[in-house]
C-alpha cells in the first residue's frame, strides 16, 4: 500500500489509517505521540503504520466510542501482538465500572419512562382535564 501524496511505502497511510479506525488524522497524531503505536515508520516524512498499529488503532476508537477516556482505550494497544494481562485486568474493571454505570443510567430512563407513561394513561382516561 502506498502513502497519500505518491509515496510508495510498504504500509499504511494516516489517510488510510484514519479511514479505517474512523478516527481524524489530528486524533491519531496525538496518540502517536502518547507513545500508544510504538515506533512508527516514515518514508520521506510521511508516516506509515503497521496492520497491527491500524488494529490498535480500532480498538482505541471503539474504546472511545463507549466512552473511555484515551489512556483507557489505549490498554487495548498491543504490544507484540497482544495486550499485556496487566493490561487487560486494569480494562477489564474500568470496562465492569462503566457497564454498571450505563445500566444504573437505563433504569432511570426505565423508570421516567414508566412514569410519563402513567401520566398520559391517567390523562387519557380522565379525559384530559
Known amino acids: 500500500m502506498g502513502v497519500e501524496g505518491g509515496g510508495s511505502v510498504k504500509g499504511i497511510g494516516i489517510g ?36 497491527l498499529q491500524v488494529r490498535t488503532l480500532e480498538r482505541i476508537a471503539s474504546g472511545r466510542l463507549v466512552g473511555l477516556r484515551l489512556d483507557e482505550a489505549a490498554l487495548l494497544a498491543e504490544r507484540d501482538g497482544v495486550p499485556s494481562q496487566v493490561e487487560l485486568t486494569r480494562l477489564c474493571l474500568v470496562t465492569s465500572a462503566k457497564a454498571t454505570e450505563i445500566e444504573r443510567e437505563v433504569r432511570a430512563w426505565i423508570y421516567l419512562f414508566s412514569e410519563i407513561r402513567a401520566i398520559l394513561d391517567r390523562e387519557a382516561t380522565s379525559g384530559g382535564r
Open 16 to 51: 488510510e489509517a484514519a479511514r479505517r479506525s474512523g478516527l481524524k488524522r489530528k486524533a491519531i497524531v496525538y496518540i502517536e505521540e502518547r507513545g500508544y503505536l510504538g515506533a512508527v515508520a516514515r518514508d520521506r516524512n510521511l508516516r506509515s503504520y503497521t496492520e
